[in-house]
């Protein structure tokens, strides 16, 4: 749009509705007088009329600067105003534009004004045709503005009860299932997110009030149980750390025991005592479990080597008494046998003497 060619056509035919007498006085030519109706209120202006006069107003002087220049200041403040007849048009046909109700009824009475006053030179008829347009177009925009009132107010207000509600959820179920670690950040916010979504539209005071006290006693009675509930944990957290400190110093006690039939009932007890002690705070947790199982690592470590060394003992003596295979003179040929049937011929062979010498036969 070239707004320049658009004033200089207007600033041409607002000039034909105007003069200019001797003395520097500027008239505007009016129409007939006739009723139209502006958006909702029906409005007097002046229309033409077939077959009637043309009457002249006076609407100023410019006692300085030349007759032209006296006409143009008229002219322009007629072509001005329809200037803002075009923006206001504008913004009352494209809803991403804002403009509220107070607007709109401000402009069209500023318009209205300016159609009774006649201060300027220019197409009365056409100008209030424009304003008739202007307010129907108002009227449809502020039934959208109430529309999209209405649509925000219900937004709003289901965004705060949707907040409330989750509050008021956690203490109608089972407090002791709740993760306090998960929601408090839903907790300490929950002002600010009201606020965020509360911002500055007008609700409905009654019922917005009364959100209102059901969101803070939730809030409050939520933030005492969490309270309440920390402070348990701490003291649980502490009783957790002296059980298992107990455990320790039992164990330790027990580390270097001679008897391993009792170390081993020592700490399998202690191990069953740790597991049912439960779990306090981690890195707490974590540091007290690595000291138990250095001293169980210890005491195991100690019952392996003594197996061990019992073991090669146990070894070491049965050999001793065993006869080496070699230096018998029984069956040399069955020397594939294996190591409990190679004890059997011996036992069998000390029992009979199967070499011709004192059998204890009784034949």
Not at 237 to 248: F, G, L, M, P, T
Request: glycine share 6%; proline share 2%; hydrophobic share 35%.
């Amino acid at each position: 749009m070239d707004r320049s060619k658009i004033d200089g056509e207007r600033v041409i035919q607002a000039r034909e509705f105007g003069r200019v007498d001797d003395e520097g006085r500027v008239f505007v030519r009016l129409p007939a007088v006739d009723t139209i109706q502006v958006g909702v209120t029906p409005v007097e202006v002046e229309v033409p009329k077939p077959g009637e006069g043309t009457s002249w107003k006076f609407v100023g002087q410019y006692v300085t600067g030349e007759i032209d220049e006296t006409m143009e200041l008229f002219v322009r403040r007629f072509v001005n105003q329809l200037n803002k007849c075009d923006m206001l048009e504008e913004r009352l046909e494209m809803p991403e534009l804002n403009i509220t109700t107070t607007e709109i009824d401000v402009a069209i009475k500023a318009f209205r004004d300016f159609l009774d006053a006649k201060n300027a030179v220019g197409d009365y008829a056409q100008f209030h045709t424009r304003l008739e347009r202007i307010g129907k177009l108002g009227d449809a925009r502020k039934e959208y503005n109430k529309r999209i009132k209405r649509e925000t107010i219900d937004n709003t207000m289901n965004g705060l009860r949707e907040i409330t509600e989750r509050l008021e959820g956690y203490l109608v179920g089972n407090l002791d299932e709740i993760n306090w670690k998960s929601i408090s950040p839903f907790i300490d916010n929950a002002v600010d997110d009201w606020k965020k979504i509360r911002q500055s539209v007008r609700l409905p005071e009654k019922e917005c009030n009364e959100l209102w006290e059901r969101f803070i006693t939730a809030r409050k009675k939520l933030s005492s149980l969490r309270s309440a509930y920390f402070v348990n944990l701490k003291s649980r957290q502490s009783s957790v750390q002296e059980k298992k400190n107990r455990v320790i110093e039992e164990a330790r006690s027990m580390q270097d025991i001679e008897d391993f039939g009792v170390g081993v009932r020592v700490f399998r007890r202690l191990q069953k005592e740790w597991t049912e002690i439960g779990y306090g705070l981690r890195r707490i947790d974590q540091l007290q479990w690595k000291e138990f199982s250095e001293v169980k690592d210890h005491f195991y470590g100690r019952l392996t080597e003594h197996n061990k060394s019992r073991d090669e003992d146990n070894d070491a003596n049965i050999s001793s008494k065993r006869p080496r295979r070699e230096e018998t003179q029984w069956n040399n040929d069955l020397s594939h046998l294996s190591n409990s049937a190679f004890d059997t011929l011996e036992a069998l062979k000390s029992k009979f003497q199967v070499n011709g010498e004192n059998t204890e036969s009784g034949s």
